[in-house]
């Protein structure tokens, strides 16, 4: 087999919660560790800086979201983990593509068309009202970022489906008038079992506002799973494990073997109680070592800039070379 190149880009906005563990952390950092693959991972803030103009927020959880990974055990010798911005080639890229991407092929994109019909139905007069270019021309951005690396797997949530496709339609449209210089992209769409469900039932995400955060303290974070929505079943009625959110929570932490024992503590009736903190248990034994690595490390930002630095410093070796290709095929030194 030949080697794999994997990439993903982390949009940097909020804190790290137990959503982004079980959906992209850890199994990213598994598929690092297999030596078949090439890695690259990234903080994407320049598409956090689509969503947000808040400057402290910004910084915050980028450090926030570059500590979580290394903490949790990423292997960055082995696996290429840098911040976007640190890669001027990738803007060099996005211009060049955005010069070969049809607008109309960027009027379809989901995010925006759904801004645009916000708009409508609110009876603005204006249907673009509040989409910046950043929002409009995301898709391209996001291009760059997996055709400069020649990654041929990209694992995504379903949401960001169709900006793979519009990667590969955007590369081949380079390639045929430039010849072929960039690799067409596959997506690799996490399995639904890798959602996670949030305080109330729903995905867990900072847009819906029902995280668990990954590293808060103990106290915290028992305080969080006790909030965890539940239905008004007495201790001692049998329950269903079905799309119950604490079981599914419980289930993404624990071993076949420990997921069959609480079911079956879910059919002798167990209370909610006595399941969400067996629940907490869980979760805080798990996290706990980790939990000491980031609480020391996050006091250490100038260790982790270090880490990014010698990251970006990897990354660039296959930018520039790219780029320099990229250059000559469209006429530009
Ligand atoms: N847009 C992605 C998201 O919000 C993040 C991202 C940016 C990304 N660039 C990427 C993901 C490149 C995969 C490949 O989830």
Request: glycine content about 6%; proline content about 4%.
């Amino acid at each position: 087999m030949t080697k794999q190149t994997y990439l993903t880009g982390i949009t940097t906005t909020g804190t790290p919660h137990l959503g982004n563990y079980v959906g992209a952390i850890r199994p990213s950092i598994e598929a690092s560790r297999n030596p078949d693959n090439e890695s690259f991972y990234f903080l994407a803030d320049f598409h956090a800086l689509i969503k947000s103009q808040d400057t402290k927020n910004l910084k915050q959880s980028r450090m926030e979201i570059a500590t979580a990974w290394i903490a949790l055990g990423l292997d960055t010798d082995k696996a290429t983990f840098y911040r976007q911005s640190d890669i001027p080639e990738i803007t060099e890229l996005t211009w060049m593509l955005t010069c070969l991407t049809a607008k109309g092929l960027m009027n379809r994109a989901h995010a925006y068309k759904a801004l645009v019909q916000e708009n409508t139905d609110s009876g603005s007069a204006d249907a673009d009202k509040g989409i910046t270019m950043g929002l409009f021309s995301y898709p391209i951005l996001m291009a760059a970022d997996i055709l400069m690396f020649k990654a041929n797997k990209v694992p995504v949530g379903k949401d960001q489906i169709q900006h793979l496709e519009m990667a590969r339609d955007i590369a081949q449209r380079f390639n045929h008038h430039y010849g072929e210089l960039l690799v067409i992209p596959e997506v690799v769409v996490e399995e639904r079992a890798s959602v996670l469900a949030g305080l109330d039932g729903r995905k867990m995400s900072k847009s819906y506002n029902n995280t668990i955060p990954l590293f808060s303290t103990s106290k915290q974070l028992r305080k969080s799973i006790m909030k965890i929505k539940t239905n008004s079943k007495e201790p001692g009625e049998p329950k269903e494990t079905q799309d119950n959110t604490v079981f599914e929570i419980y289930r993404a932490f624990a071993t076949p073997e420990q997921t069959q024992a609480f079911s079956d503590a879910y059919a002798e009736g167990i209370g909610w109680g006595d399941a969400k903190q067996q629940l907490f248990e869980l979760v805080d034994s798990t996290l706990s070592e980790a939990r000491e690595k980031y609480n020391a490390l996050i006091e250490q930002p100038e260790v982790v800039e270090q880490i990014l630095k010698e990251g970006a410093e990897k990354a660039r070796v296959h930018s520039h070379a790219l780029m320099t290709e990229v250059r000559k095929a469209v006429g530009i030194r």
